[in-house]
């Protein structure tokens, strides 16, 4: 859902006081986007979020239909935050939010799938497909996960060549661990001298594609 880092900045950054009085009464009009800017804002409280405050205004802004608002609210179910844990609710607002495009919606949903729990079942399938969807949209933290699946071969043929590719996008994005994991994956690679893995080797399969062009 973001172009670029800043926009996360945003939705984190402190609103001063002036901010506040503003969107609260914009709010109360039942604006949505305020309803979510408020949500934000005391969700990301420094001192001491408050998470009942935060629930108050991603639920006013649900019922606007504001998706973005739907992933926060789908936050606060999984967690607890402000409201009882409540997993499928939690679940109904990723998926609303991930139908929408929003790509933490479908990050989180891809973890629930990876992992499973008690309201979901493991589904690697689906895990893949919404990690993939989310990393396809710029979602940072997908990068490493889908790494680590392929590096690990977690339910699915391990394909170093693939993990390599995401742990790369997640260094590019700042990762620090997807950075170690890098490092350890092409460490291992080499000593175990997998084919293509230093530059210039022919990967089976390449040379044909290459002459064929």
């Not at 997993?87 to 109904?92: N, P």
């Amino acid at each position: 859902m973001y172009d670029d880092e800043n926009k996360l900045a945003e939705e984190m950054r402190p609103l001063t006081e002036d901010e506040m009085k503003t969107l609260t009464v914009l709010a109360e009009k039942g604006d949505g986007k305020a309803q979510l800017r408020l949500g934000q804002a005391f969700l990301f409280e420094k001192v001491v979020p408050d998470y009942s405050k935060a629930y108050r205004y991603f639920r006013k802004a649900v019922e606007q239909d504001v998706v973005r608002a739907y992933y926060y609210l789908g936050e606060l179910y999984y967690h607890g935050w402000g409201i009882a844990r409540n997993l499928d609710s939690a679940i109904e607002c990723f998926e609303t939010a991930a139908d929408d495009g929003d790509m933490d919606a479908e990050y989180a949903l891809g973890m629930m799938y990876l992992y499973g729990n008690d309201a979901l079942p493991r589904d690697m399938e689906r895990a893949l497909d919404y990690l993939e969807s989310a990393a396809n949209k710029g979602q940072p933290q997908s990068y490493n996960v889908l790494g680590s699946v392929f590096d690990e071969g977690t339910c699915v043929d391990r394909d170093p060549f693939k993990a390599r590719q995401f742990y790369a996008r997640g260094v590019a994005a700042g990762d620090a661990v997807a950075l170690k994991n890098l490092t350890l994956l092409e460490a291992k690679e080499r000593a175990n001298g997998t084919k293509g893995w230093i530059p210039g080797d022919i990967v089976e399969g390449e040379e044909e594609e290459e002459s064929e062009e």
